[in-house]
């Protein structure tokens, strides 16, 4: 029973022998399981470490059970900072491979390798997009993080859309979960969706990305500056990894109807409160996680101290491991 904490089966003897027989000392300890002296200090350091046997105060060589949750507690508390130090490390070096990715391609453009096209401003990148568009024989896949778009563009956007629908081609859009809080946005994908369109949405997103055909993909260099541009890949070993992130992204969303119908149910997150918790037990500060989910920096602070508060934890460490011990989060990366 007690493998999973490292202990072996003379250590749960050992445990449940102290546990039946209070202030057992040590000598008795070890002529009720026929036990030798060493091996049974041995034990007895083991249970003492995991705090669930401590010498009694008035007689050292007697000993007592202690409640085992209180130790479990302690060592699953060590274990989880273990796992929250771990998780902080693996997103750093998410970060910098991120960062290398984007050196890889500026590095790359400046050598003009085929089959990758520099768009240099906005007014470049929605040019480009229309003509690309144009061509568009079968589907249509986009990620669509960031925050609300203004009425204006979505309106802007539904002539060309409306054409691809009539002309057969499959259209699914990925949005954040927080278009709910956008009525111009949410509007946007509800008329998409009576149109004939696929609208899914998740927590968070991790790149804006438009594929068309299978064959063509836009990425912008940096997605937080807009004002850096774009790359257009064209039928490259990249472009089928970008279709790949999709189609995993997409099988794991939320269709738009389920998304506006969810509601909490007991005690449980929504999506975009477990997102935010485990973005917010990574360490990310409020801008950052704001940011991934598409919502405002206040709403992103309201949002982890409504966590806390519903924990009832007084650091987000500590409602990290609650989360995890109420099931509300896996623990897990």
Known sequence: MLEELGLDAVCESVYRTVLAHPQSDLAGLCERLGLAEPRMRQALDQLSNLALVRPTLDEPRRFRAIDPEVGIQAVISRRQERLAIEQQRIERIRLAAA???????????GNRIQGIEHLESIEEI???????????????????????????????????????????????????????????????AKWLTDTGGKVRTVPSLPIRLMIMDRRTAIVPIDENNSAAGAVVLKESGTVTALCALFETIWENASPLVDTLQREREGH?????????????????????????????????????????????????FQAGARAVAKGWLTGEE
């Open 99 to 109: 960062q290398l990715s984007a050196d890889f391609i500026s590095a790359r453009l």
């Open 268 to 316: 449980s997150l929504t999506p975009q409160e477990e997102e935010a918790l485990r973005l917010l037990g990574q360490g990310l500060t409020d801008e950052a996680v704001a940011k991934r989910l598409g919502v405002s920096p206040r709403t992103a602070r309201r949002m982890a101290a409504d966590l806390l508060e519903a924990l009832g934890a007084r650091s987000r």
């Open 126 to 188: 929605r040019e480009r997009i229309g003509q690309l568009v144009r061509n568009v024989s079968s589907d249509v896949m986009t990620l669509a993080p960031g925050g609300a778009q203004s009425r204006l563009c979505l309106e802007a956007a539904k002539p060309q859309d409306r054409a691809l629908l009539e002309r057969g081609v499959r259209m699914r859009t990925l949005y954040l979960d927080s278009i709910r809080n956008s009525p111009a946005t949410l509007e946007y």
